[in-house]
């Protein structure tokens, strides 16, 4: 089954990205900054809005047989392995760390917690395609289209699907299973994604696609 792009249901793989507890935990650093910076605006509710959404997709994509692919931005706890512009950020205060290797932040969410077997590629920078085994991982399943979910929209997202299409993959984002920040800079990246780089699609359109697909034997 293929859409309007080219995307093929039946070859595809669920990247979830960045559901990590740092990013959509109630306790998480994310949460700890909104607290203690309320002008900041971060929507965290927003963020944490996408984990039923991308447990949906996990369970549909199992059933369906489909890989389920986590990405996972990992560092050091100095950052010295870190690819992005770190010092353009802001620090955690305190002993407070933020996606640091070995700590409860950096770990996938319980709701979204990785079966045995499934791949857990950790990044140093924004993009899941960026000096990372992802690319080999798809190719070795046979996959051709994956399907995006997790956060940020603008930033790890929007880098994952970049990447995913420089290396000829059919990208399809599921809109209503992302999340950043800020809704405006959301919706934003989504508009400029979905006009050149992606099929944009709702949880339920990718699950009946799935089903679909199923169904054919595709």
Known sequence: MATAMGSEIGKSALIIVDMQNDFVHAEGGLAYRARENPGAAI????????????????TAFREAGRPVI???????????????????????????TFIVEGSWGARIVDDLKPQDGEHVVVKKGFGGFSNTPLDTILRNGGVTTCVV?????????????RGGTEHNYRMILVEDSLADVYRESHLAELTILGS????????????AMLAGATAAGA
């Open 149 to 161: 979910a997790g956060v940020m929209t603008s930033i790890c997202v929007s880098s994952t699907v």
């Open 196 to 207: 050149v780089f992606a099929d944009v699609r709702t949880t339920d359109q990718v699950v």
């Open 43 to 58: 929507d965290l509710p927003f963020m944490m809005s996408t984990i039923p959404r991308a447990k949906q997709l996990a």
């Open 70 to 96: 986590y990405l996972a931005h990992v560092v050091k706890p100095d950052y010295s392995d870190a690819q992005f512009p770190f010092w353009r950020l802001t620090h955690p205060g305190g002993n407070r």
